[in-house]
């Protein structure tokens, strides 16, 4: 990207249905927090066109977008929110879900996020995460996530792919949240974390910085 500065970020990592899209977008109503969800960016773009068809080729299948392709948006989308001033990187963090989802993704990335903490959503029982998958299929219309064969090539790529890629950053930003909890105790668990962290920063800092929320 043009810009060299570095977004500071926060990621949330999880396989297909351990709430990542539920926690981000609620965790993007706080202030000073832009959450970007690559699956809701996918899902926007019109199906019929350039992006589109090659998107729907990988996800009917329950495969990933090529890097090349998922980068290309993800730029193009975090530069609508800048020219909007949804996103002031000297102001904003970034919440960032579904990207990045492979280690050279997160080679890609890095010279533009700073990442600050990592919330890892855990959930073990594959079944109840193919459960909330489904249901979330039939209030959202997702018709790709209620069929069985995709759901388990979802889960299996997550875990030969993206689960690998925390390994690529810091082991003491990475924090683990059990995700088979309720929602809001889940949401409690990140707060809890985010408001750690940001005693952290200001503890560190001149009282006369003003701090946002992490």
């Known amino acids: 990207m043009a810009n060299?500065?570095?977004?500071?970020?926060?990621?949330?990592?999880?396989?297909?249905?351990?709430?990542?899209?539920?926690?981000?977008?609620?965790?993007?109503?706080?202030?000073?927090?832009?959450?970007?969800s690559m699956g809701d960016v996918f899902r926007k773009i019109p199906k019929y066109g350039q992006f589109g068809q090659q998107i729907a080729r990988y996800t009917s299948n329950g495969a990933l977008v090529p890097d090349d392709l998922t980068v290309k948006i993800w730029e193009r989308h975090v530069q609508i929110l800048e020219m909007q001033e949804l996103l002031l990187p000297n102001q904003h963090t970034l919440i960032l879900d579904g990207v990045p989802r492979n280690f050279a993704q997160a080679e890609r990335l890095d010279p533009i996020l700073d990442v600050v903490q990592i919330f890892h959503l855990v959930i073990n029982d594959t079944v109840k995460a193919s459960e909330r998958l489904k249901a979330r299929a039939l209030r959202e219309n997702r018709l790709d996530d209620m069929n069985e064969e995709v759901i388990r090539r979802r889960l299996n790529t997550y875990y030969e792919e993206t689960f690998k890629t925390l390994s690529f950053y810091p082991k003491d930003v990475i924090y683990e949240v059990d995700a088979s909890l309720p929602p809001l105790e889940v949401l409690g668990s990140i707060v809890n974390r985010l408001t750690e962290v940001q005693m952290l920063r200001q503890s560190r800092r001149p009282s006369s910085i003003s701090e946002s929320v992490v």
């Open 4 to 36: 060299p500065q570095k977004y500071r970020t926060i990621l949330l990592f999880g396989m297909p249905g351990s709430g990542k899209g539920t926690q981000g977008s609620v965790l993007g109503q706080l202030p000073d927090l832009v959450h970007v």
